[in-house]
Structures are given as structure tokens and as C-alpha cells.
Nanobody
Framework: EVQLVESGGGSVQAGGSLRLSCTAS????????MGWYRQAPGNECELVSRISRGGTTYYADSVKGRFSISQDNAKNTVYLQMNSLKPEETAVYYC?????????????????????????WGRGTQVTVSS
């Protein structure tokens, strides 16, 4: 079965950095977008970044210049390098994937890990940024 497994979360001081990893298995298609979402208690799910197989990227305005998404297609893994982290970015960070043509990674649902009819989610990894 399709599985997405995140790793790399943890606790850092404001201004610090973390690199998240998401390893996917069980895909039956190659034309896929993979991305990172985050959700903190009381907040909506937010699309942070996404990347296509060909390397086309998207970043939320709030993270431009600080976060960088990348991938290793041979390992079926995507990464999110997060620099200059802010306390308000404390959240559970989720990896998600869907076919490019579905458009499902063009937006964020109200709650992460929902709208699962044609997309996949990891279980999430906690990122805590302290002041």
C-alpha cells in the first residue's frame, strides 16, 4: 500500500533550522506532486511547499526565502529545509502526495489529513520552535 513517512521534526530555538524528510513507497504512478503542509492547534491546515517530479516548486509567501524543498527521485524522498524558524511555525508538519492532474496539491483543506479520496498523507512530524 502507499505509505508516506515523515521524519526530522524536533525542537529548536527561534532562528534555528530543521530538515524534514518524507519517504514514499507503494506509488503506482510517476506524474505526482509531493508537498508539505502544517497545522497547529486552532489554525487551519496550510500548504507550505510542493514539488513536481521535474523540480517545479511552490512556496507559501510566509516561508519564501527561508524554506527550501528538494527531492531525491531515486530514493522517492522529498525534503524540506527550514531555516530561520519562528515560534509561530510550531505545528505538525505533514507530507502529502497526489497526481499532478488532480490539482489536489494546489490548495489546503481546512484540516490536514482529510480529503483522502485521491491523495495520500503521512502521519506527520512535530516541529516545535521556542522563543
Amino acid at each position: 500500500e502507499v505509505q508516506l513517512v515523515e521524519s526530522g521534526g524536533g525542537s529548536v530555538q527561534a532562528g534555528g533550522s530543521l530538515r524534514l524528510s518524507c519517504t514514499a513507497s507503494g506509488f503506482t504512478f510517476d506524474d505526482v506532486l509531493m508537498g508539505w503542509y502544517r497545522q497547529a492547534p486552532g489554525n487551519e491546515c496550510e500548504l507550505v511547499s510542493r514539488i513536481s517530479r521535474g523540480g517545479t516548486t511552490y512556496y507559501a509567501d510566509s516561508v519564501k526565502g527561508r524554506f527550501s524543498i528538494s527531492q531525491d527521485n531515486a530514493k522517492n524522498t522529498v525534503y524540506l529545509q527550514m531555516n530561520s524558524l519562528k515560534p509561530e511555525e510550531t505545528a505538525v508538519y505533514y507530507c502529502s502526495a497526489a497526481a499532478r492532474a488532480s490539482g489536489l496539491l494546489s490548495f489546503a483543506p481546512l484540516y490536514c489529513r482529510t480529503l483522502t479520496d485521491a491523495r495520500f498523507w503521512g502521519r506527520g512530524t512535530q516541529v516545535t520552535v521556542s522563543s
